[in-house]
């Protein structure tokens, strides 16, 4: 048989079957579709724990309450999560409940949308330690047996002094905006952001179509920075709108 000319007709047919399930996947399919990545730092890893960040939950328990439960079937030694629970107040008694499900130490920083919801933090201050772990605030903890030094970075200046790494530990730093790694002087052994929801429309060979303030181009994955290895989780949520494409929402599996 002889193959089908393929006539202008035809090709735009195929053009609009194509954009519908792409619009379907980023719509329907991808924004719930969460993804297990897995990052190794080394050859003989001591700690194995798990990144998520921006839930920006708006009421869907039932996605939320999946996040969990994959988390703690992964079984981590512990959990970093890098802001934006929430971008309205409301939300944030249930999203404390679902997050309080988690069955191991969870620590966190804030995000932007936390700052602007006006929600009260000490709500989650109290949700974290429940956990074992803690809302790192400018803030700093010592885990893993003395082991890790785990800081969490919410604000720059000099009214905000940065927690000091430890030579003799591995420090691991937590901060909300993934540009913030070219402010840092000291060196870390890993840090660790979120924010930029890897723009959440990727396009093939070329990246991002837009992504926030403050991400520059560390958009998504490790990157080598002046500080030391950074990751960019893509986070769980959305902002604005509910779409993903090539950008499934992620927790990250990390062992260091």
Not at 37 to 62: E, I, M, W
Request: glycine share 8%; net charge positive; aromatic share 12%.
């Amino acid at each position: 048989m002889k193959p089908k000319k393929l006539t202008r007709r035809r090709f735009l047919l195929a053009s609009l079957f194509t954009s519908l399930l792409v619009a379907g996947d980023a719509r329907c399919v991808e924004p719930r579709w969460v993804k297990t990545r897995r990052l190794r730092l080394n050859n003989a890893p001591a700690h194995r724990f798990v990144q998520f960040s921006d839930l920006h939950y708006k009421g869907d328990r039932a996605h939320a309450k999946s996040v969990v439960d994959k988390i703690n079937s992964l079984s981590p030694d512990f959990v970093c999560f890098t802001g934006d629970i929430i971008e309205e107040a409301k939300f944030l008694p249930e999203a404390l409940e679902i997050l309080s499900g988690i069955k191991t130490p969870m620590y966190g920083i804030p995000g932007n949308h936390d700052y602007w919801s006006k929600a009260p933090f000490d709500d989650i201050f109290k949700c974290f330690a429940a956990t074992g772990g803690a809302f790192l605030e400018d803030d700093q903890r010592i885990i893993a047996a003395g082991k890790i030094n785990l800081m969490g970075v919410a604000r720059l200046g000099p009214k905000h002094p940065l927690p000091s790494p430890k030579p003799e530990m591995k420090n691991i730093l937590l901060i909300h905006y993934p540009a913030w790694a070219k402010e840092f002087n000291q060196k870390f052994d890993l840090l660790l952001a979120g924010h930029s929801h890897g723009g959440q429309v990727r396009i093939p060979f070329y990246g991002p179509v837009m992504v926030p303030f403050l991400v520059d181009e560390y958009d998504l994955g490790l990157f080598q920075t002046k500080a030391g290895p950074l990751y960019v989780n893509a986070g769980i949520g959305w902002f604005p709108y509910p779409i993903r494409f090539n950008c499934r929402p992620e927790i990250t599996v990390i062992e260091i």
